[in-house]
């Protein structure tokens, strides 16, 4: 399970704050609006337990105050455009791999997008093109699980997403499990959650044409939570053979319900960008993880 921890509670005010600062231009005014914050975020430690629920309250919490819906659309826009451009510099390269390498690149460079994350508060992103450039020098944890990928025909595979840039990356797995004879829905969020991929990118960065098809979460939480989601959604959770969950809040989320035996297959596949994830996961902070899990769906 990952609960709040203490270097959770910084963590989020200091992304939170910076918010602030770089939408309100007056300092006396954002200085008021962070006072405020403040006090919600001690009620919302108080009642709420997981670090992604309290993640989600806080950033709700900003954009109704400050009354924008996606306010990290300019930057989200620039890692999508760099993911479009990327993708389509390495396309004819991995269509000419064979089947097995095409899978191991695929996840891969799966992988390597979840390095693109604003969300935590002492990670700085690198570039596309330095991640590109460590395509086969990183070390996976857990890749031994890539033979959960191998064998998918006939199979639904619900791929969570997670940031904007990374899904345009996440297109390569998804075709290929398509070419293996899956039908892969991405999962999208309704609303936007600091720089993940919402509804509102899909046609422009192409997801429509590499998966089976798009499903929105129905809610703008950082996970799907079980409370919000669409009941669409909640049928094909239970319709799925395997749930791809890119990203921290995914496993953050997802790994309160697990289960020792039954349950919904499930892969996360993240990079550990701070400490208590890395020590939930028993890696080190900033590896490259693929954990297979089951959960219990609560319905």
């Keep these: 399970?990952?609960?709040?921890?203490?270097?959770?509670?910084?963590?989020?005010?200091?992304?939170?704050?910076?918010?602030?600062?770089?939408?309100?231009?007056n300092r006396d005014e954002a200085l008021s609006i962070a006072k405020e914050m403040l006090s919600y975020y001690l009620e919302v430690l108080r009642r709420e337990s997981n670090i992604t629920v309290i993640a989600t309250l806080m950033f709700r919490w900003v954009k109704n105050k400050l009354g924008i819906r996606d306010p990290y659309r300019e930057l989200k826009n620039h890692a999508n455009s760099m993911g479009i451009r990327v993708y389509r510099e390495l396309k004819n390269y991995f269509n000419k791999l064979s089947r097995d390498k095409r899978l191991e690149m695929a996840i891969r460079l799966s992988l390597i997008g979840n390095s693109l994350d604003l969300g935590v508060i002492d990670y700085t992103p690198p570039s596309l093109n330095e991640l590109i450039?460590?395509?086969?020098?990183?070390?996976?944890?857990?890749?031994?699980?890539?033979?959960?990928?191998?064998?998918?025909?006939?199979?639904l595979v619900l791929f969570l997403l997670d940031n904007s840039g990374e899904a345009v990356l996440d297109r390569f797995l998804a075709e290929e499990l398509v070419y293996r004879g899956a039908r892969v829905l991405g999962v999208v969020k309704s609303g936007g959650f600091q720089n993940d991929v919402t509804i509102e990118e899909v046609d422009y960065i192409g997801l429509r044409s590499s998966f089976s098809g798009i499903v929105e979460t129905g809610t703008d939480a950082s996970s799907i939570f079980f409370d919000e989601i669409t009941d669409e959604l909640k049928t094909l959770l239970s319709q799925a053979d395997l749930i791809i969950a890119k990203g921290m809040a995914n496993y953050e989320y997802l790994s309160d319900y697990e289960v020792r035996e039954g349950g919904k297959q499930v892969v996360y596949m993240l990079r550990a960008k701070c400490e208590p994830i890395a020590r939930s996961l028993g890696v080190e902070k900033g590896d490259y993880v693929l954990r297979r899990a089951w959960i219990k769906l609560p319905w």
């Design 1 to 25: 399970m990952t609960r709040v921890n203490l270097e959770c509670i910084p963590c989020i005010l200091g992304v939170r704050v910076n918010e602030i600062k770089n939408i309100v231009g």
């Design 133 to 155: 450039n460590m395509l086969w020098n990183i070390k996976v944890k857990g890749l031994n699980h890539i033979h959960v990928f191998e064998d998918v025909s006939g199979k």
